[in-house]
């Protein structure tokens, strides 16, 4: 009989540790890369199960359950995880825990984080076949000692165990059951569980070496036949990993540390995020890019009340365009040779600051000083990846009070570079925006149409040719019949998907295989291409498969999709000729994980740089009538759900495109 559901709400306040938090935001404001950003998150409990269950949510309704931190950010986009880091921190500063609370949370990230470890590592060892599962399951596993440790003793969640909490917030997360299962009995004895699933076996005895239980070397043996020197080996390694990372992100695992500071830092950097929301929300979305940098002027003395001024870039020259207080007299400054601190801060891109009495300041710096009377000034420059923008200057009473308006000033910049480079839906258009998307929606599935037709149309053009050919092999042009078929079938389901215009993402076609023969599926693509496509455009082509095994964990369609994508984009971008190289490689290792690799090459002129700036992202198309901009986010969307890598290189000499694939063994 299953258990009885205990009542969680998914957004339960679990407290996180303040340096987390801050270091999280910190690397969302500094536009640090994804998985930088994951790696921080993916050590704390509370920021990890507040993101799945977002994603999770019907707010963001697709096919599949995201299982891992990277997939909830792709799902999320970084806006909107700092908005929920934010949300988590107020809520959490509204608290006030005291001493041995701080201490009793520090003692439980070590513990979660240390589980989270070894169960990625016994996961390794036992060849459990997803480590990054078992790396969640083990952070996420105690997350009822923090429901318990964030209720008062009276509230009825009171009367459960810890285990139980944990697994109801598991369910309300989207975990699966087996999930669910494996933190449900982990307090359960060895011998109950040798026969039980392998993700349950590895959180238990990996808790228990969290612990240093002193029966945890045993049930190593008894569970998994590991020897008691491999396993102390594997905790001595975690041990120092988890040292090292606390050092990094300033926590003091002693017992003696105070957490004051980072919680002081943390609401200095919630608040400043804060008052530039609250300031800056009125910035209308659709002004051109001198109102914006004029609008901006005027926002940024709104949040500090100090003197400011504006110079903006044009033509390599500053001009100063506005002042607050008096009148801004005509100054163009060349960028050739900058010397002054306003010139300097748009080469080095630096938050600079500049008294009167330095011996570097010069005559424009002086002149500044003056118009905003002040004997002290800090630039804030804001630059695009075109040149263009511009330096505000704010003016000071004395260097020492820099340090108070540095992080305002920091994101008061970015906040501007965001109005400058992403374009933003106007207010009250909630109905543009589902209009936009269900257009994406069309133009994605139109695409996606014209790929199995491309096959049927080359495919039939060669069974013309073979039936002209009174020595053709009948069963060959059977096979070839039933390709048609197949790819006839495969547009049928995506017009249905048109038709009823709900896409959240690429589905498959019903029946597909899950695990497919990268060599045999894209030898057959390349004999097609070569007889229809290539040849009516002058290119030469390779075939380079790799001698290992190459099953992949993906479905023939969406590979077919894959190649067909882009080896078409290769083939437009080498109007005169060329050569394409289709290679497999087997078996190669990333991280923790076995990969198949694909690779299509081109000998064209390389991507244009309009292209490489928005790689993967939706775009108006290059190409004319006909092309509507988005093979290769379609590409990278189904590499994605295939749980797959892409990457590219491209230059003078050509774009080459390299896949990784989940790879498959036979017994799978």
Known sequence: MPPAPINIPPDTDLPSLPQIALRALEACHSDASFRDIARIIDTDTALCGRMLALANSALYRQANPVKTIEQAMLRLGIRQIESLIITASLRQLLVRLEPEHWQQLRDFWRHSLTTALIARALARLTRYPSTEEAYMVGLLHNAGELVLMSSPADHPVAEYPASELGAALCHHWGFDRHVEDAVRYQQESPDSIRDAGHLVKLVHLSTRLALADSGGLDAAHLLFGLTSALTREICTGIEQDVQSLADSLNIDLSGSGDD??????????????????????DMPNDLPFDDVMLDGLRHLTMLTGRPASLLTIADRELTLREATVGGAPAMTIPLDAPQSLVTRAVETGDMLVGDADSDKATVLDRQLMSLLGTPTLMTRPVVTAEGTGGVYVIGLQARASAERYRELLTLFGRHVHRRLTEPAPAPDSQHLLDQASRQLAVRRQVHEISNP??????????????????????????????????????????LEQLREVEITSLD?????????????????MEALFRESLFRSADIESAMERTSASGLVRARRGALRQVVTNLVRNAVEAMPEGGRITLQTDAPVWQGTKQWVELTISDSGRGLPDSIRQTLFQPVASTKGAGHSGLGLSIVKQIVDDMEGIISCKTGAGGTSFRILLPAAGKDQ
């Open 260 to 281: 004051r500071p980072a919680r002081d830092r943390l609401f200095r950097e919630v608040v400043s995020t804060a008052m530039i929301e609250r300031v800056m929300q």
């Open 508 to 524: 498959e076609t019903p029946g597909d295989d899950p695990i497919t023969d990268l060599n045999d599926e894209l030898e057959t």
């Open 453 to 494: 037709l491309t096959i049927v149309r080359q495919y039939v053009s060669q069974l013309q040719r073979r039936l002209a050919n009174p020595d053709s092999d009948t069963e060959t042009m059977d096979n070839d019949l039933t390709i048609v078929r197949e790819e006839l079938d495969r547009a049928a389901h995506l």
